[in-house]
């Protein structure tokens, strides 16, 4: 056995694993004044990527499970921030948009949220310099699609911009 292995500093997945647990709380903490999760922000961010997807699109491009994505949209259709509605090319399909009818409160989320996200970036990536921060982004990006070979080719629009978390 490679002694690396069993090296917890100088694992890789332990190492990533630790960073995205400490950005998914600090994240929490700071959104939680909006009454607003991590995982409800990914589903915002898809959106805000691309208005109109099927629910189907959203789990699989934020890793959010099916039965709990439906459950977190319904809060979040109670809450005003989005609706479902049928696909008129094909019934069977749920579209999610962007709700239309609180747009203020939408770009608040929106500007706030991004705001806490640009702020726990910045610590995470303390003494990075942009070269730095562009290679461990590409870097992570490479891992993930390694990691993911049935998903198609990540695309920049399925990913939330500027973010680490």
Do not use: C
């Amino acid at each position: 056995m490679d002694p690396s292995t069993a090296d917890l500093v100088s694992s890789l997945g332990f190492l990533v694993g630790r960073v995205s647990h400490r950005m998914t709380a600090e994240l929490a903490t700071r959104f939680e004044a909006l009454s607003f999760t991590p995982t409800q922000w990914r589903v915002m961010a898809s959106l805000w990527n691309e208005d109109g997807q099927t629910q189907k699109e959203i789990s699989r491009k934020t890793a959010i499970d099916p039965a709990t994505l439906t459950v977190m949209l319904k809060r979040m259709e109670e809450r005003g921030l989005v609706t479902r509605r049928r696909d008129p090319a094909n019934n069977r399909l749920q579209r999610v948009y962007l709700a239309d009818s609180r747009p203020a409160e939408i770009q608040r989320v929106r500007e706030t949220i991004s705001a806490h996200i640009n702020s726990v970036n910045a610590v995470a990536t303390k003494g990075f310099d942009e070269s730095e921060r562009a290679t461990l982004i590409r870097l992570l990006t490479r891992a993930r699609a390694n990691l993911e070979p049935t998903t198609e080719q990540s695309h920049p629009r399925d990913e939330p911009k500027g973010d680490l978390s």
